[in-house]
């Protein structure tokens, strides 16, 4: 699978920081109101919503209006795209190292 640049990096940004990520795993158990999902953190609303705004630019997080309330749930394709993103370098690394672990088994004997 190939997946854009810009795309893949977004994604990795938003990753990067730990209270995305547990942002991220609060939305997997379903949708949630913004206010629910700051409730834990011991940062602001501001500052919650800054990280909320940076998954939903990497299209991680969507957004619904119902009435006054902002409804946030989990967007999950751009993780499956990083996840074959690695998993296909992962194959191609770990090929290339059992060559190279051949290479130098060879040269031993």
């Known amino acids: 699978m190939i997946v854009k640049e810009s795309t893949l990096d977004q994604t990795l940004i938003a990753l990067a920081d730990p209270t995305r990520r547990a942002i991220l795993q609060h939305l997997s158990k379903g949708e ?37 309330e902002h409804l946030l749930s989990l967007a999950p394709e751009p993780l499956d795209e990083a996840s074959s993103w690695i998993e296909s370098h992962r194959a191609l690394w770990s090929g290339r190292l059992a060559e190279l672990d051949n290479l130098l088994g060879s040269n031993k004997k």
Do not use: W, Y
């Open 32 to 68: 949630a109101r913004v206010t629910e999902i700051a409730a834990p953190f011991d940062i602001s609303l501001n500052s919650v919503s800054k990280h909320i705004r940076i998954l939903e630019r990497a299209n991680l997080v969507r957004r619904r209006k119902k009435g006054r």
